[in-house]
C-alpha cells in the first residue's frame, strides 16, 4: 500500500486513534534503508522510480492546511504519526519537519500527540534523536535481538550493527516506544522459538522502554510464506514481561 500524498488521512488505526499521516518519502516510491520481508510498502526495488523527497516548506504547508480544513470541518484527530512509505528518518530536513510540525500540532489540535515510526538506524545523529525526543511516540523498531534474524527479516541495506543500534537507544533513557513484529515464515523463521523469544525479552529488559507494542502480520507483504503469530498467542508469548511491570501491547 503505497501513501501519495505528503499528508493523508485521517484513517483510523489500531493503535493510534484518528490518526493523520505524514509520509515524508517520495510520492510514488518506497525509499527505507531497510527491505523487510513484510512491508507493506513492498519492496525498495520495485518503487524507486521516483527518489524526489519533500521540501521541509511543502510539508508544513500540507500539513497547515490539512489541520486548517479539518478544524473547519469539527473534525478531531487523535495524532499526527510519521509514517509512509519507508523510514522518515532519512529525510535530511527531518529535524526542522518535526519542529514545524509540533508547532502547528499546538496550534490546531493541542491534545494530539506526534508519533514517529522509525527502524532505528539514524539515531547516530544526534540531531535526529533530539527531534524523536520532543515527540511524543517516538516508536522505535528493533524486531529481533540478532544479527542474522535482522539480517533475515529487514534485510538492512547497509551494515547494520544491533549493539550500536542500542547504544545509540539508550540514550532515550527508556523514554521511547520498541515496536517488533512477530511472524512466522514456512521457511523455519519462527519469532517465538523459546530461545529467541527469551533473548529477545533480555532486549527489552536491557533497554526499558516505556512500552513494547508487539505486531502480528495484518496487510499483504511482499515476500511469500510468512505466516501470521495470532494475536492471542503473542499475548501469551509476552506475558512474562507484563508479569515483570513491562506495559505491552498486542495488536
Ligand atoms: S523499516 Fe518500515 S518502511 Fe522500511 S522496509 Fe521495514 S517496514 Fe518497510
Not at 524526489?52 to 484527530?77: C, N, Q, S, Y
Not at 496550534?107 to 511524543?136: C, H, I, Q, W, Y
Amino acid at each position: 500500500m503505497m501513501r501519495e500524498d505528503t499528508v493523508f488521512g485521517p484513517i483510523r488505526s489500531r493503535r493510534l486513534g484518528a490518526s493523520l499521516g505524514i509520509n515524508l518519502l517520495p510520492r510514488r516510491g518506497k525509499l527505507c534503508n531497510f527491505d523487510c520481508i513484510y512491508c507493506e510498502c513492498g519492496w525498495n526495488k520495485d518503487g524507486r522510480d521516483d527518489k524526489t523527497l519533500p521540501t521541509a516548506l511543502e510539508v508544513r504547508r500540507a500539513l497547515e492546511d490539512k489541520l486548517a480544513g479539518l478544524m473547519l470541518e469539527g473534525r478531531h484527530i487523535d495524532s499526527i504519526t510519521f509514517s509512509g512509505d519507508g523510514e522518515p528518518t532519512l529525510h535530511p530536513d527531518f529535524p526542522q519537519i518535526v519542529a514545524d510540525t509540533l508547532l502547528l500540532r499546538d496550534g490546531f489540535f493541542p491534545d494530539a500527540k506526534v508519533s514517529v515510526l522509525t527502524n532505528a538506524t539514524r539515531l547516530g545523529d544526534d540531531a535526529v534523536v533530539e527531534a524523536l525526543l520532543k515527540v511524543d511516540n517516538p516508536i522505535l523498531k528493533i524486531d529481533a535481538a540478532s544479527l542474522e534474524d535482522i539480517r533475515r527479516i529487514n534485510r538492512p541495506a547497509f551494515p547494520y550493527d544491533l549493539e550500536t543500534v542500542k547504544e545509540n537507544i539508550r540514550r532515550f533513557d527508556g523514554r521511547f516506544i520498541l515496536q517488533t513484529m512477530f511472524l512466522r515464515t514456512e521457511d523455519g523463521y519462527d519469532a517465538a522459538q523459546p530461545g529467541r523469544l527469551a533473548a529477545w525479552m533480555d532486549l527489552v529488559r536491557a533497554l526499558r522502554p516505556r512500552s513494547v507494542q508487539c505486531y502480528s502480520l495484518d496487510r499483504p507483504a511482499p515476500q511469500a510464506g510468512l505466516v501470521k503469530i495470532p494475536v492471542e498467542e503473542l499475548r501469551k508469548l509476552v506475558r512474562p514481561l507484563v508479569e515483570e511491570g513491562f506495559s505491552v501491547d498486542c495488536y
